[in-house]
């Protein structure tokens, strides 16, 4: 049983006629977003280099780029629009629990990292 392929992306507002034509619009959708990347990087504007929330904004502009293209990739090339509500969330609700959970024992390692070399030996009773 054979299934066309869907052509369009960001939900309908890109259509396409072909496969070919699509590819070009995806390698160019993701050509775009990575020379934001590169042009931030090179530059640094200054006025990204702001705190916020503990990080420059600069950084979380990047980690935000990143997560959009990886999204797109899984959307678009791993075929998750095609799949059930329930498979896509059961996909994405593990990765944000592990990534939380990463986040929390590196917080957690790393303040006791930080303690012993500030402080000295340091015993922790869990």
Same mark, same amino acid.
């Given at each position: ?25 995806? !390698? ?69 629990? !592990? ?7 590196? !917080? ?19």
């Amino acid at each position: 049983m054979a299934h066309e392929h869907k052509l369009e992306i960001f939900r309908g507002l890109w259509k396409f006629k072909s496969n070919k034509q699509k590819i070009w619009g995806v !390698l160019a959708f993701l050509s775009f977003v990575t020379a934001i990347e590169v042009v931030l990087g090179i530059y640094k504007p200054e006025g990204l280099m702001a705190k916020f929330l503990g990080m420059k904004l600069l950084n979380w502009i990047f980690i935000i780029l990143t997560i959009v293209k990886a999204y797109y990739i899984a959307w678009d090339f791993m075929h998750m629009r095609d799949e059930t509500k329930g498979l896509r969330r059961a996909v994405v609700w593990t990765g944000v629990f !592990l990534i939380i959970y990463l986040s929390f024992i590196l !917080l957690q390692e790393g303040g006791y990292v930080f303690n012993v070399y500030d402080n000295g030996y340091i015993k922790r009773d869990f």
